[in-house]
């Protein structure tokens, strides 16, 4: 089982950069795709970015492809997310997520991000 630990949310105004981190830890991550999600305030959980392990390859959510980039060490078995040109409607919970098949469904335990104007 894979476990997840996430670190780097922090409040930030508006048109600055942040850069999310998410160490895994348990197992090996060759076959898996690591992604990131947030959930807004009032609003349903939303897919942001992921990438696949072995190869790297991406995917973005179209809110925020051009301004987020998700990328990982695999020496240090950790993805990141690097969040820049911030807006208010991307403050949220991050949460980094683990799949290995067909659904996401190992979760780190969250991290806020705020964005003021």
């Known amino acids: 089982q894979v476990q997840l630990v996430q670190s780097g949310g922090e409040l930030v105004q508006a048109g600055d950069s942040l850069r999310l981190s998410c160490a895994a830890s348990?197992?090996?991550?060759?076959?898996?795709?690591m992604g990131w999600f947030r959930r807004a305030p009032g609003k349903e959980r939303e897919f942001v970015a992921e990438i696949s392990w072995s190869g790297g390859t991406t995917r973005y959510a179209d809110s925020v492809r051009g301004r987020f980039a998700i990328s990982r060490d695999t020496a240090k078995n950790t993805v990141y997310l690097q969040m820049n040109s911030l807006k208010p409607e991307d403050t949220a919970v991050y949460y980094c997520?683990?799949?290995?098949?067909?659904?996401?469904?190992?979760w780190g335990q969250g991290t806020q991000v705020t964005v003021s104007s």
């Open positions: 348990g197992r090996t991550l060759g076959n898996y795709v």
């Open positions: 997520a683990a799949r290995f098949g067909s659904a996401f469904n190992t």
